[in-house]
């Protein structure tokens, strides 16, 4: 089934062929309807992050001073910024630092911006992949987290402009 964009969607049931209008879900939250918001920020050198009040984000290159900071503008598509929700990290009982994600934002559902632009901060961004979890991160927290993060361990991002994330920044979909 096709969905479009507008006030519904015209669906054509199975086998049926008709034609009926169904509401869209409503569009993920922007900062002026539901508070989307960057609630910490983690990144570092090594295996060791730290959470910062403001980072520097770079086109093509990541956030830095975090150990996947591309100096040489390399970054592959999808390497240059992690994001997580929130509300998935309360749920499995870790922090932003503990997941291994870099921008821990709450308000909105990160799944749904891949294949699309957003803006954080002053930071406009692109969502490339859902960040799925690996052995890495189980051996780091605990057994059975890859299984409760399944789907729901964030996005990687390519970054487009230079700027600033600040803890409090919205998340806008552009």
Do not use: W
Request: charged letters at 30%; hydrophobic letters at 35%.
């Amino acid at each position: 089934m096709d969905r479009l964009r507008g006030p519904g969607v015209l669906r054509r049931r199975r086998g049926v062929g008709l034609h009926r209008r169904i509401p869209l879900d409503p569009a993920p939250p922007t900062r002026d309807d539901q508070g989307v918001t960057v609630e910490t920020i983690s990144i570092g050198p090594s295996d060791a992050l730290a959470p910062v009040e403001v980072v520097s984000a770079r086109a093509g290159k990541g956030l830095e001073g975090d150990r996947y900071y591309f100096d040489d503008g390399s970054a592959k598509p999808g390497e240059a910024l992690t994001l997580i929700e929130a509300e998935v990290l309360e749920d499995v009982g870790l922090t932003g630092a503990e997941s291994r994600r870099q921008v821990v934002v709450r308000g909105v559902r990160l799944n749904d911006l891949v294949g699309k632009r957003f803006r954080v901060g002053e930071v406009e961004c692109f969502g490339v992949e859902l960040c799925e979890p690996c052995l890495y991160l189980q051996e780091m927290t605990r057994p059975g987290i890859i299984k409760e993060l399944v789907h729901r361990a964030g996005i990687n991002a390519d970054i487009l402009n230079d700027g600033q994330i600040r803890v409090g920044d919205p998340l806008v979909i552009l």
